[in-house]
C-alpha cells in the first residue's frame, strides 16, 4: 500500500471516529439525562401516590434538576479550559451515574430533590463540555452531520423512556428508573477513556466568582419562583420576592460584565443574530418542550385514567418520529437553509402544540399517535437547526462560552416550561372550582403553551436568507 493510499485511509478512519462514534459516545452520555427526565415526567403520578405527595409537588424533582444545572452550567466552559474537556466530561459521567444510584435509595421527596440537585451539578458539566469536544474537534461543514449523529441516541431517551418508565412503575419498583443509568455510565466511560480526544486546556481566565454569585443567585430565584408561581405553597409577596432579587442579581450581572474581560458568562455573544435567533428564539420553543412530557402525563393519566405504561405506550411515538427525522435533517437544510426551515417548521410544530388540546378520553388511539409521531418529527428537525446555527458566526476561541450560554439558555427556559405548566394546571383548576385536575382544566394549558412557541418566527424571518450556509454545505444557484 503507497504512503498516500495509508494517509487516506488513516483520514478515512479519522473521520469516521470525528463523524459517529465520538459524536455518539457523547450522545450516550446525553441519553442518560433525556431518560431520566421523560421517565420521571411519566412517572410523576405513580411516585405521588408512592410518597403521598401530590402530583403538582412532585415537579419539584424536575425542576430542582434544572435549578443545579442552571446555578452550575456557568462554571463548565471555564472548568473544561482550566482542566481539559475529556476529564471533565469522564469525571461528570460517573457522578451523574453515583447521583441516579442516589435518587434510586431515597425514601422521600427530600431525599429525592437533594439527589437530583446532585445530578443536575453532574449534568451541567456533561451536555455542554461533551459539546464542546465535538465543536473543537469538528470542521464546520461537518458539524451539522456530528450534530445529527449526537443527538441520536440522546433521542433514544424519548423514545423508549415513557414506555420504559411507564413499565418501571406499572409492573416493577419505581427505583429502577434512575438505577438503569448505572450501566449506561459505566460502558460510557471506558469509551470515553477509549474513544473521545483529549481536548487540551486552555488558556483558562481567573474564575469569575462574582460573576457566579450573582448569576447562580439569580437563576435560583427565578426558578423557584417560577416553581411556586400560582401555587399556596409561599405567599404571593414571596414569590414576587423571588422575581425581583432574580432580575435584579441578572441585571447587576449585566452591568458588571461590562467591565470584566473574564466574565463568566459572555453576553456579547449576543450581538451575532444567528446565535440570538438560536437561543432566544429556540427559547420559546423550548420553553414548550420543558413543559409538554409534564403536561401529556397528567392529561392521559389523571384526564383519561391511563397506567403509567399504557401513557408510555401511547408517547414514545412521538420520540420515534424525532428519531426518524434525524437522517432527513442535513439534506433538508443543504436543500432549503436554516431560515426557511426554521420559520416553516416553527408553524408546524406549534400547530402540532395546539392539536394537543383537542385530546379527548374518547379520541382514538391512532390519531393520538399519529399527532404526536408527526409533532416529533418535525420538532426533531428544528430543535437540529437550532442547535446547528449556533454555532454558525463563532470563532474557535469563543466556543466555550457560546457552548455554555446556549446550554445554560435551555435550561433556563426547561424550567420556565415546567414551572408555567404547573402554574397554569393549578390557575384552570382554581378557574373551574375544581380540586382535582381534569381533562377540562389541562387542556386549555396546551393552547397557552403552543401560542407562545409562535413567537420565535419574530427571531427566524429577520434571519438573512444565506444564514449558516457554510454549516450545512448549501450551494446557492
Not at 451539578?121 to 449526537?150: F, H, N, Y
Not at 429502577?176 to 448505572?182: A, D, P, V
Not at 428537525?381 to 466555550?400: D, K, P, V
Amino acid at each position: 500500500m503507497t504512503e498516500a493510499a495509508v494517509d487516506t485511509a488513516a483520514e478515512s478512519r479519522d473521520a469516521f471516529t470525528r463523524g459517529w462514534i465520538v459524536p455518539g459516545i457523547i450522545g450516550a452520555a446525553m441519553m442518560m439525562q433525556t431518560l431520566s427526565a421523560t421517565v420521571l415526567s411519566n412517572a410523576l403520578p405513580t411516585l405521588a401516590r408512592v410518597m403521598h405527595e401530590d402530583p403538582l409537588r412532585l415537579n419539584l424533582a424536575i425542576s430542582m434538576y434544572i435549578l443545579a444545572a442552571a446555578i452550575f452550567l456557568p462554571v463548565s466552559g471555564w472548568a473544561a479550559d482550566k482542566f481539559g474537556a475529556k476529564r471533565v466530561f469522564l469525571t461528570a459521567t460517573i457522578l451523574y451515574a453515583l447521583a441516579s444510584a442516589a435518587c434510586g435509595f431515597a425514601n422521600n421527596l427530600t431525599q429525592l430533590v437533594a439527589a437530583r440537585f446532585v445530578q443536575g451539578i453532574a449534568g451541567a458539566m456533561m451536555l455542554p463540555v461533551g459539546r464542546l469536544v465535538l465543536l473543537r474537534t469538528t470542521p464546520k461543514a461537518e458539524l451539522v452531520g456530528a450534530m445529527s449523529v449526537l443527538t441520536m441516541p440522546a433521542l433514544l431517551g424519548p423514545v423508549i423512556g415513557p414506555l420504559l418508565g411507564g413499565a418501571i412503575v406499572t409492573f416493577a419498583d419505581w427505583r429502577w428508573i434512575f438505577f438503569m443509568n448505572l450501566p449506561i455510565a459505566a460502558v460510557g466511560s471506558v469509551l470515553i477513556q477509549r474513544y473521545v480526544p483529549n481536548v487540551a486546556e486552555q488558556d483558562a481566565p481567573p474564575i469569575d466568582l462574582i460573576g457566579i454569585v450573582l448569576t447562580g443567585v439569580g437563576l435560583a430565584a427565578l426558578i423557584f419562583g417560577f416553581e411556586n408561581l400560582g401555587r399556596a405553597f409561599l405567599p404571593p409577596l414571596a414569590v414576587a420576592g423571588l422575581f425581583g432579587f432574580g432580575l435584579a442579581c441578572l441585571v447587576a450581572y449585566g452591568v458588571y460584565s461590562r467591565s470584566n474581560p473574564h466574565a463568566i458568562l459572555d453576553l456579547s455573544l449576543f450581538r451575532l443574530q444567528t446565535f440570538t435567533a438560536s437561543v432566544v428564539g429556540g427559547g420559546f420553543m423550548r420553553l414548550a418542550m420543558g413543559a409538554m412530557p409534564f403536561m401529556l402525563a397528567m392529561l392521559l393519566q389523571i384526564g383519561f385514567g391511563m397506567s403509567a405504561f399504557q401513557a408510555g405506550a401511547m408517547t414514545f411515538i412521538s420520540a420515534a418520529g424525532a428519531l426518524v427525522m434525524k437522517t432527513a435533517a442535513p439534506p433538508i437544510l443543504r436543500r432549503f437553509g436554516f431560515r426557511r426551515v426554521l420559520c416553516v417548521n416553527a408553524v408546524i410544530t406549534g400547530v402540532s402544540f395546539l392539536a394537543y388540546a383537542l385530546f379527548k378520553a374518547d379520541t382514538p388511539h391512532y390519531v393520538i399517535m399519529l399527532i404526536l409521531l408527526v409533532g416529533g418529527f418535525f420538532r426533531s428537525l428544528q430543535f437540529t437547526s437550532l442547535n446547528g446555527l449556533s454555532y454558525a458566526e463563532i470563532e474557535q476561541h469563543q466556543m466555550s462560552r457560546a457552548s455554555t450560554m446556549s446550554s445554560m439558555a435551555q435550561q433556563l427556559t426547561q424550567s420556565i416550561g415546567i414551572g408555567l405548566a404547573a402554574t397554569l394546571l393549578h390557575v384552570f383548576m382554581v378557574s373551574h372550582h375544581q380540586t382535582h385536575m381534569t381533562v377540562d382544566t389541562i387542556s386549555p394549558a396546551f393552547l397557552v403553551i403552543g401560542g407562545l412557541t409562535f413567537l420565535s418566527l419574530i427571531f427566524y424571518v429577520r434571519l438573512p436568507d444565506n444564514a449558516g450556509d457554510d454549516m450545512n454545505g448549501r450551494v446557492r444557484s
